[in-house]
């Protein structure tokens, strides 16, 4: 018998796993990779949550786990007919299987208990009492524990257990990778708005010696992409190294209306599991560390008060809630803006992207 079961590996798990074990609780983290994995990510330690809790509770980053260039200027909005808008913005920069390892490894020291290779299949509580079904190798096996956090992304499994008759609609953005290096400004992460609305959109920068194309745009974009991206030495031609990609849940409205509220009873959703990425940028390395904390102080709010801690987690999750349904709403201003004119869709852009990258 656990006190808590973590499920999933990435930033939100780590936090959310590190603080009930240095709470004392009994804590087994369960990933269904083996270790270091990576992760369809931009690895940009973007924003407020992001930096603060990353060196509060895991200590500075160590260098070897960022990339070159180690650290962003900021971020270029590039829409057509206007000229290019930098963001001034310090941002880091990792490859997520070694900043999201160094989190785990840190965990670890703290007391977690670590298994890899272990898929969770299913979850259900009843008289106080969770039940994890999960693959460990080709073991079939359940475990019990007092509490559940779901911490297991976009498609998780512990929602769709959770929830079974929510239905999500998922993003599903590809990452391309390509050797070598664009004439583009290396420390910036460059965003295109190709056909002057928020969506369609692809993003571009460079990692080590090689630079990436991303977004959930890249299929449909794919002429832009080749012609804008020649003006800066891109061979259309050229195949990429790799290419990647994973799902979204797209929860936004649904958590804004209260149609879904992500815990039920002593099982609790944080970061992607439970749709919290941030609107406009797709920041979600925040969002997971901050639930992660939320939902760990919850449980031991929940022991020492004898009530679920799902109350206790969606009461503090409000004010997330909240930002988010702010950046929401700029969404809609930014549609709005792409309609009528390129000049005000351009001011609006960057004032969105800025006001979201502040936040939070
Ligand atoms: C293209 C793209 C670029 C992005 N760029 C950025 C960025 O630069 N900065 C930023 O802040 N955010 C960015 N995001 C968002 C960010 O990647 C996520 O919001 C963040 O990783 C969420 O963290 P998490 O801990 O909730 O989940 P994840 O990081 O997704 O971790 C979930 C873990 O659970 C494991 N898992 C899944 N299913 C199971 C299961 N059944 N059993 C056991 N384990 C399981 C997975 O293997 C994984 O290790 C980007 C997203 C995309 C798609």
Redesign the pocket.
């Known amino acids: 018998m656990y006190d808590v079961i973590v499920?999933?590996?990435?930033?939100?798990?780590a936090v959310a796993a590190q603080r009930c074990a240095q709470g004392k609780l009994r804590t087994l983290l369960?990933?269904?990779?083996k270790l270091p994995?990576d992760?369809?990510?931009?690895?940009?330690?973007?924003?407020p949550w992001?930096r603060d809790i990353i060196q509060q509770e895991f200590g500075t980053i160590p260098p070897e786990v960022l990339v070159e260039p180690c650290q962003l200027s900021g971020h270029m909005m590039h829409v057509p007919g206007m000229k290019s808008q930098r963001i001034m913005c310090n941002t880091p920069l990792a490859w997520?299987k070694d900043l999201?390892f160094w989190m785990i490894q840190t965990a670890r020291k703290a007391g977690v208990e670590l298994w890899e290779g272990?898929?969770?299949?299913e979850v259900h509580q009843e008289a106080g009492v969770c039940t994890t079904t999960?693959m460990h190798g080709k073991k079939l096996r359940e475990l019990k524990s007092r509490f559940v956090i779901g911490?297991?992304?976009?498609?998780?499994?512990?929602r769709k257990s959770l929830f079974p008759l929510i239905k999500v609609a998922y993003s599903v953005?590809i990452?391309e990778c390509y050797a070598g290096a664009l004439n583009l400004e290396k420390d910036y992460f460059h965003w295109f708005f190709p056909k002057l609305r928020p969506r369609p959109r692809f993003a571009l920068n460079h990692k080590d010696d090689c630079f990436l194309i991303?977004?959930s745009g890249i299929k449909e974009l794919r002429d832009e992409i080749n012609h804008i991206l020649a003006k800066y030495g891109f061979n259309p031609h050229s195949k990429p190294l790799w290419r990647d990609g994973?799902q979204?849940p797209r929860l936004h409205e649904a958590l804004i209306s209260g149609a879904f509220s992500p815990a039920k009873g002593n099982i609790l959703l944080?970061?992607?599991?439970a749709g919290l990425?941030f609107p406009i940028t797709?920041?979600?390395?925040?969002?997971?560390l901050k639930s992660?904390i939320l939902a760990a102080g919850s449980i031991a709010r929940s022991i020492k008060a004898s009530r679920a801690a799902a109350e206790i987690y969606l009461r503090d999750l409000k004010p997330v809630l909240k930002i988010i349904e702010g950046f929401h709403s700029w969404n809609k201003k930014l549609e709005l803006e792409a309609a009528r004119e390129a000049g005000e869709f351009s001011k609006t852009l960057k004032a969105a992207y800025a006001q979201t990258l502040k936040v939070g």
Request: proline residues 4%.
């Open positions: 499920v999933g590996g990435g930033p939100g798990g369960l990933e269904r990779k994995r992760k369809v990510c931009s690895g940009m330690v973007m924003g992001a997520r999201d272990a898929r969770v299949t999960l911490a297991d992304g976009g498609a998780s499994a512990v953005p990452r991303e977004g994973c979204i944080i970061g992607d599991a990425l797709f920041e979600g390395i925040g969002t997971a992660g």
